[in-house]
């Protein structure tokens, strides 16, 4: 039987001070697309760690222990439906922060065309808390 390949979602290791694991909801809408780059582009500044959605959605247990070990979950949903948030709650997940990109003003649509304001919008909301729990 083949080996399985290891998964680093949400690896927290090499971060210092506060360790974030960030799922984004990826969904094909421009929202979800955004939410997906917001948290490349999180990762990339050492804000935290991006961790895949559709992983936390099969209870996979490597990840919840990861999970476990990090100080914050952020989850970025592209609209209300928040897909992500709900996928959290189903597996037991607590956030500390959920980012909604619609409630900062962007539109959602049916084209995968956002600006970089739009990126810079939703990464900043996440260093700035905008979606951190009271």
Known sequence: MAEQPSCSCGDTSAQ??????????AGQA??????????IRLTEEGY???ACMALLATGAEGLKEKIREADEVI?????????????AAAQGVIHHQHIVVTALGIAKAG????????????????????????
């Open 48 to 50: 935290g760690s991006i």
């Open 75 to 87: 989850i970025i949903d592209g609209c209300p439906v928040a897909c992500g948030q709900t996928i």
């Open 111 to 134: 084209s995968l065309e956002f600006s970089d304001d739009d990126l810079e919008t939703v990464v900043s909301a996440a260093w700035e808390g905008t979606g951190r729990r009271g």
């Open 30 to 39: 421009n929202t979800g697309q955004l939410s997906n780059l917001a948290a």
């Open 16 to 25: 210092t001070g506060t360790k974030r694991i960030i799922f984004p909801c």
